[in-house]
């Protein structure tokens, strides 16, 4: 099967470089993939040297397994097992991820309690050798409550410390209310904390007391610390993008990306993604105001302070489902997924750093399905490897790479 899906990959780039765009789809490079069949969930992550790693979940003998490989001479290692569970929460959108600091690894996935079907905990683990054993995992956030919890962005921070935010439920339960609430009893918050390389937490925040239920977050790091990025909620049901950022020691107030003015009543299930070098901040996102589907993309060159006014990238029949990465010259590459002659395919576009658009290619086939999962990307230098999960009789994360 793992030779058949990639003969499969290389027989949609064949015919997608015969389709016109000759030149820019021969840049695309399948990767043998290390995950076996009945995987997905993939998720990308590239190291302050460069190096990138690809995480997965494979499903064995009734237990959910969470792996990791590094990409060395551009194929992957063989694969280590971060964790593995019977009782774990594992979902299309809210996908487990790694992230590697100097000398620290960290991991998180989701886990169910007993209490109900959408109470789950989100678990995280650390290595400080090279994942080559993992420390007992441990809960980030400290309610207690059976709630749900997730859609967890990490990154690493000085002095071997890890960065996580989420998705809090605590409040969607009882008659708590969250801290600073202005009528926001009952919503799901975004929070934030900052653990040691042992996984004590140093600081815990509530950044919003008030956001969409189920769309990712996406965080960076900017000049000035940590930035996050995820989907607001208003008490009008207006769900657009908004930011959050480190600054002078402290978290800014909540302000919004762009104002699309989406009033939907329920979640969308499709986050943001962001990147930043220093100063400049790319980030996509996924709407359909006035009912028109449509992915965006805007620039900030203040470190997340100010955007410029976005960019269309796609409209009409795209699915969202966005990625987001930049090249060394602070060009813009974007994922995103569109449906065309009835079929769902991965797109990828290259912009420069103010917007413009540059190419456009085809990844590859793929399905509008939830089980199809997100799209993932990630880069180092001129490179972008991307990550995906191949729906047929089996699932199976697939992987390529595109040299600019």
């Avoid at 650390?126 to 420390?135: E, F, P, Q, V």
């Avoid at 990306?257 to 299930?269: E, F, L, Q, T």
């Avoid at 009409?316 to 974007?334: E, H, K, Q, Y």
């Amino acid at each position: 099967m793992l030779r058949q899906s990639y003969l499969l990959l290389l027989t949609i780039l064949f015919f997608s470089c015969s389709s016109g765009d000759k030149d820019e789809l021969a840049k695309v490079n399948p990767i043998g993939s290390p995950a076996s069949q009945s995987s997905e969930e993939p998720f990308l992550f590239t190291a302050a040297d460069g190096a990138v790693y690809l995480s997965w979940i494979e499903r064995k003998e009734n237990k959910d397994q969470f792996k990791f490989s590094k990409m060395i001479d551009g194929k992957w290692s063989t694969p280590q097992l971060i964790s593995e569970g019977n009782n774990w929460f594992v979902n299309w959108a809210d996908y487990p991820s790694i992230m590697v600091n100097s000398e620290v690894m960290a991991a998180h996935w989701l886990q169910k309690r007993a209490e109900g079907t959408y109470d789950y905990d989100v678990r995280m683990s650390l290595s400080t050798n090279k994942g080559n054993a993992w420390n007992d995992s441990f809960i980030p956030h400290t309610d207690g409550v059976s709630a749900e919890h997730g859609f967890v962005s990490m990154l690493p921070m000085p002095n071997n410390r890890t960065f996580a935010t989420w998705l809090d439920g605590r409040f969607t339960k009882g008659e708590k209310h969250s801290e600073g609430s202005h009528g926001g009893v009952g919503a799901m918050t975004l929070r934030a904390a900052i653990f040691d390389k042992s996984g004590k937490p140093e600081s815990e925040w509530e950044l919003d007391n008030r956001v969409c239920d189920c769309c990712q977050t996406t965080a960076a790091m900017t000049s000035n610390g940590p930035i996050v990025i995820y989907r607001n909620r208003t008490e009008d049901e207006i769900r657009d993008m908004a930011i959050v950022r480190w600054e002078n020691n402290a978290w800014t107030e909540p302000s919004i990306v762009h104002a699309d003015d989406w009033n939907i009543a329920g979640c969308p299930v499709n986050g943001p993604s962001v990147a930043a070098n220093k100063d400049f901040v790319a980030v996509s996102w996924f709407t359909a105001s006035n009912a028109n589907p449509t992915v965006k993309l805007s620039v900030s060159e203040d470190a997340g302070k100010n955007f410029a006014e976005p960019i269309i990238i796609s409209q009409g029949n795209t699915n969202g489902r966005v990625g987001t990465t930049l090249l060394a010259d602070n060009s813009i590459v974007v994922t995103w997924m569109e449906t065309k002659n009835d079929a769902a395919q991965i797109l990828l576009g290259h912009f420069d750093k103010s917007g413009n658009h540059l190419a456009t290619k085809t990844i590859a086939q793929s399905s509008a399905a939830r089980s199809s999962g997100f799209p993932v990307l990630s880069s180092t230098g001129n490179k972008v490897i991307l990550a995906w999960t191949e729906v047929g009789e089996t699932k199976q994360v697939q992987t390529a790479s595109v040299q600019f």
